[in-house]
Every structure is written in structure tokens, then in C-alpha cells.
């Protein structure tokens, strides 16, 4: 298993033969609005083309439909005979981009050999998970490649400690920048990632969604000294650069 972090959540995997985009957010630098007032967003430029982001992918998956994961910019870009994976309710507005080839993720689909197996996720707790509105993890496996468990724009409450519990993946990926909407945490911040890096030991945690909107809390500095005062190895949570390519499972 190859991964890409391009910026923010967006993801390309190459798994199992197959190359997959997660939740396309390819805006310039500062081209769209600011959630605190601290600075437009996204913070940061992405470290590629998109042309060379776009190569070769097969599938997209998206979590869902705010700004950060999926922009207009995506929209534009992306070819519209490209199949979408999306949480149920979503697959509507993304048709109406032109987008021919949309499935909601229900429950468990194979694609082209990949198993995807939806998962809960919580944009927060309390009154704010109205405003966010739902999100969705994924599960995500294939013959000879690691198990993978990407929990999305959710907190750590039950439903996330109960699948990394049940499934015990080999990789798990989590949103980490502590990202925060009127005082309320809204993704994971350091101290709950850490605390996903104790609960599955065996896993490597990636830890993305760092350094590019101007409501997030942690950066990538805060992340591994949290991680270092925890007595977390290097090996066991991997904060990789916005361009970074990395390989996992062999």
C-alpha cells in the first residue's frame, strides 16, 4: 500500500492495484473564506499539479460535502465518468456537478476488489454535530494489503474506539488538527489521537488534516511532542508532509 497526502484530508492511495483519490480539496492558496477570521483558506499551496494529483486515479471517495473535502475546484476538475463513493444523502448534489457515476456507501460494497465497509463518525459533540452534519469513516481491505480504517472528520467518542476495537486495523488514519467551530472540537486533537495510538497497538496511526484551514488548533509540532511525552515511538504515528509519499504494509 502506497499513500500520497496531498493537503488538509485529500488522500491517493494506491491499493491493491488500484489508485484511489480521498476527499478532493484542490483550491489555491487563500481562495476561499476564512472560518475564524485568521486567515482565508486553504493556508497552504497544494505541494502538486493537480494534473499530477488527477493521474491515473480510478475512484473517489467523499466523507462528505463541506468545502475542505470536497471544493468547486474538484468539481471542475475531476472527470465526470469517474465513480464517486459517497455517504448516503450526499449522492444527489454531487449528480447535479455532472457527476455520472455516484454510490452511496449504505453499508459494505466491493470495488474492483476493494471492500468498503462504512463507518460511523461524529463532526464534534453536543449542539455543533447539527451544524456540522453527518460524516462518514470507511473501512478498507483487500487480498494482501494492510487492513485500513479511515475515521474521517470525526471526534473520538464510542462508535470510533468500538471499530478500532472490533476490526484492529493494520493502518488507521485520523484527523488530527484539533480543528474547532465556536470553542467545540470538531475533529481529533492531540491528546485524542494519542489516546487511538494506545488503543491499537499493533497499528501504525497517520495522522492528516493538519496546517491548512485556519480553525485548526494543533499543528504538526504540538502532534508529535504530544506523541513524544505519551512514549510513542516514530514508527507508531506518522504525521507526514502535505507531498509526502509513503508506504505502509510492505
Known amino acids: 500500500m502506497k499513500c500520497q497526502l496531498i493537503r488538509n484530508a485529500t488522500l491517493k492511495l494506491w491499493y491493491a492495484g488500484r489508485t484511489v483519490l480521498i476527499d478532493p480539496y484542490l ?19 497544494l505541494p502538486v499539479t493537480i494534473d499530477a494529483i488527477l493521474e491515473g486515479v480510478e475512484l473517489v471517495v467523499v466523507s462528505h460535502l463541506h468545502t475542505d473535502h470536497f471544493d468547486g475546484v474538484a468539481k471542475a476538475r ?8 459517497c455517504q448516503p444523502g450526499d449522492e444527489q448534489k454531487i449528480r447535479e456537478s455532472g457527476f455520472t457515476d455516484v454510490t452511496p456507501l449504505s453499508d459494505v460494497m466491493t470495488w474492483q476488489g476493494l471492500t468498503f465497509t462504512r463507518r460511523a463518525g461524529s463532526h464534534g459533540l453536543g449542539p455543533v454535530v447539527d451544524l456540522m452534519g453527518p460524516v462518514m469513516g470507511f473501512s478498507l481491505t483487500a487480498p494482501g494489503e494492510p487492513s ?3 475515521s474521517g472528520d470525526t471526534v473520538l467518542y464510542p462508535p470510533v474506539a468500538e471499530t478500532i476495537a472490533a476490526t484492529k486495523p ?3 488514519f485520523t484527523h488530527s488538527c484539533g480543528a474547532r467551530w465556536d470553542g467545540d472540537l470538531i475533529v481529533m486533537d492531540a491528546a485524542e489521537t494519542v489516546a487511538v495510538c494506545q488503543s491499537a497497538p499493533a497499528a501504525t496511526v497517520v495522522a492528516v488534516h493538519m496546517e491548512a484551514l485556519d480553525h485548526a488548533t494543533v499543528s504538526r509540532a504540538d502532534l508529535r511532542a ?4 505519551a512514549g510513542l515511538a516514530p ?9 509526502e509519499v509513503f508506504t ?3
Not at 504530544?226 to 511525552?229: C, F, K
Open 226 to 229: 504530544a506523541a513524544e511525552a
Open 148 to 150: 485500513v480504517y479511515w
Open 27 to 45: 483550491a489555491d492558496r487563500h481562495s476561499l473564506p476564512s472560518f475564524t477570521g485568521r486567515s482565508p483558506n486553504p493556508m497552504t499551496e
Open 78 to 85: 475531476l472527470p465526470k465518468h469517474l465513480p464517486i463513493l
Open 235 to 243: 514508527t507508531r504515528l506518522l504525521i507526514p508532509a502535505d507531498g
Open 170 to 172: 493494520d493502518v488507521i
Open 248 to 250: 505502509l504494509g510492505g
